[in-house]
């Protein structure tokens, strides 16, 4: 029969049988047929998607904006396209882009497992984070004897015209001003704000910044600073999928010359004792 001359209702009746028809021969198969069968239908990697499909550039795209709107890092970027951080991206240019998994979905569905107060890992929990968010974490020193995250929200409000206040995502204290070992959640991580803590923007728009209170050109960290430092340094790297080559000084990374942390910050042990 001439399938055009088939009512629409009938049509539907014709494969809603054949649907039924289908479930029914699949449940007479064994068990293991059944979950393969379905496993292939329902997974969601089964079928080709267009994340596969690499990415043109377009005219104002930077390796940047592309990494944030696909949900990856810049490095994973880079890697992915065998790229320097200084090399230069051109209109129409084809670029791959890591799979990463659930990229569309936020990257706080579970907290790490970290050595932090569970106070403490609570209100670091509580922000959710744009997967690609963070390239870096940073280590800072805050070049004085004492302090504490007030005194310097107020200084970089004040002084520094800081219009978000306290230029670090956090502060970690050493017995003047705060407890030792105290770690301090500023507003720009609760928030998730760009940092203030390096000369280049677009460096601290992707830049978790922590600073401990103290001098280390004089003065060494405390044992409870650098056992705090460790325990944000670890969650932060699970949380926002970096690895070890993410963490890095002020001196380090930032464009202007600086000898933050100081001379007597051992970054090579700190580092070592990362998992």
């Known amino acids: 029969m001439d399938e055009s001359k088939i009512a629409p209702a009938e049509r539907i009746m014709s494969a809603r049988t054949r649907c039924l028809e289908m479930?029914?021969?699949?449940?007479?198969?064994?068990?293991w047929v059944v979950a393969c069968t379905l496993f292939v239908f329902l997974w969601p990697g089964a079928s080709p998607a267009a994340d596969n499909q690499p990415?043109?550039?377009r005219k104002n795209d930077t390796l940047s904006s592309i990494a944030r709107s696909h949900g990856v890092s810049m490095n994973q970027l880079l890697e992915a396209?065998?790229?320097?951080?200084?090399?230069?991206i051109r209109v129409g240019q084809r670029l791959k882009i890591p799979q990463t998994p659930?990229?569309?979905a936020s990257i706080d569905e579970t907290s790490p497992p970290s050595g932090l107060p569970s106070s403490i890992?609570?209100?670091?929990?509580?922000?959710?984070?744009?997967?690609?968010r963070w390239d870096y974490i940073v280590i800072h020193h805050s070049a004085t004897p004492m302090g504490d995250a007030q005194s310097m929200d107020?200084?970089?409000?004040?002084?520094?015209?800081?219009?978000?206040?306290?230029?670090?995502?956090?502060?970690?204290?050493?017995?003047?001003?705060?407890r030792d070992g105290q770690i301090v959640v500023g507003h720009r991580w609760?928030?998730?704000l760009n940092g203030g803590h390096l000369a280049s923007e677009a460096l601290n728009a992707r830049s978790i910044?922590?600073?401990?209170?103290?001098?280390?050109?004089?003065d060494r960290p405390t044992r409870r600073q650098l056992e705090s430092l460790d325990a944000i340094t670890e969650y932060l790297m699970k949380r926002c999928r970096v690895g070890k080559s993410a963490v890095k000084t002020h001196q380090q990374i930032n464009t202007v010359g600086t000898r933050c942390p100081g001379r007597l910050f051992d970054e090579g042990a700190f580092l070592r004792g990362l998992n």
């Open 209 to 218: 910044g922590i600073c401990l209170v103290g001098n280390f050109d004089k």
């Open 121 to 132: 890992q609570a209100e670091m929990n509580r922000p959710r984070i744009i997967p690609g």
């Open 81 to 88: 396209n065998a790229l320097s951080r200084s090399g230069h």
């Open 102 to 104: 659930s990229r569309s």
């Open 23 to 31: 479930l029914d021969g699949l449940l007479r198969r064994p068990s």
């Open 154 to 178: 107020r200084y970089h409000r004040e002084q520094r015209h800081m219009e978000n206040g306290l230029a670090y995502h956090f502060v970690i204290g050493n017995g003047n001003g705060m």
């Open 190 to 192: 609760a928030q998730q």
């Open 55 to 57: 990415y043109v550039v």
